[in-house]
């Protein structure tokens, strides 16, 4: 089983509807979340940190349930811009704790239609 | 030289040949890392250096070999490729101890035939 799991969609959606992706993880001492986004043929970049207590950045909303180990993203009012993939990620601190690193889920790819 | 750069953008090469792909970054971070990205697998760690001097293993580090002699370079070479090295590769930087925002170069797609 994979670390991080997505549904990789696509997810195809009109404007203007709400739209929500979930993100699981297997490791229950992981300590950090965050939600990317990569536009295609392009780097990926930082959408917004997913904090316990949930947070909101204009029709952005992301949510943690640590006790069922998930993640979510919900976009509302969705664009035509919004059309990429978003990709979940997870910080898991290394046994030896060398450092910590983040591990990718594979990407949840949404296209919104007019 | 804004944020990370990647060379080269792109690139053909054939099996058994030898390559390095360069990054530099010029925000002083301190932590670099090398993805590489293929379609269903999504972003997979090589290698990562928490400061310079030191590096470790990723998930998928077989035949790749990184260094990292300063704060600002972090290349990452493949000593004889393989077609199984296609892909998108990655590089990535953050402050070490800093649990937030990795900043991405813009990517470096090879292709080994």
């Known amino acids: 089983r994979k670390e991080v799991e997505q549904d990789p969609g696509p997810f195809n959606v009109p404007e203007g509807a709400t739209v929500a992706f979930n993100c699981t993880y297997s490791?229950?001492?992981?300590?950090?979340f965050f939600w990317y986004r990569q536009d295609c043929r392009k780097e990926p970049k930082l959408l917004m940190s997913?904090?316990?207590s949930g947070n909101e950045d204009g029709r952005f909303t992301a949510q943690l349930n640590r006790a069922s180990q998930y993640i979510s993203l919900l976009i509302r009012d969705s664009k035509l811009s919004d059309s990429a993939t978003y990709l979940c990620a997870v910080n898991i601190f290394p046994r030896d704790n060398a450092g910590n690193m983040l591990t990718f889920g594979g990407g949840t790819r949404l296209m919104v239609k007019p | 030289i804004a944020g990370i750069t990647q060379a080269p953008t792109s690139q053909i090469l054939a099996a058994g040949r030898r390559m390095t792909l360069r990054c530099t970054q010029d925000?002083?971070?301190?932590?670099m890392y090398w993805y590489r990205q293929d379609l269903g697998l999504g972003l997979r760690l090589i290698h990562y250096s928490n400061t310079a001097g030191t590096t470790g293993k990723g998930e998928v580090p077989d035949g790749y070999s990184v260094s990292r002699a300063n704060t600002d370079d972090f290349p990452l070479t493949l000593a004889s490729a393989v077609p199984s090295q296609t892909s998108v590769y990655f590089c990535a930087s953050k402050r070490t101890g800093d649990t937030g925002e990795l900043f991405f170069g813009e990517g470096s797609r090879l292709t080994v035939l």
């Open positions: 490791n229950s001492a992981s300590q950090s």
């Open positions: 925000m002083r971070h301190n932590a």
């Open positions: 997913v904090y316990s």
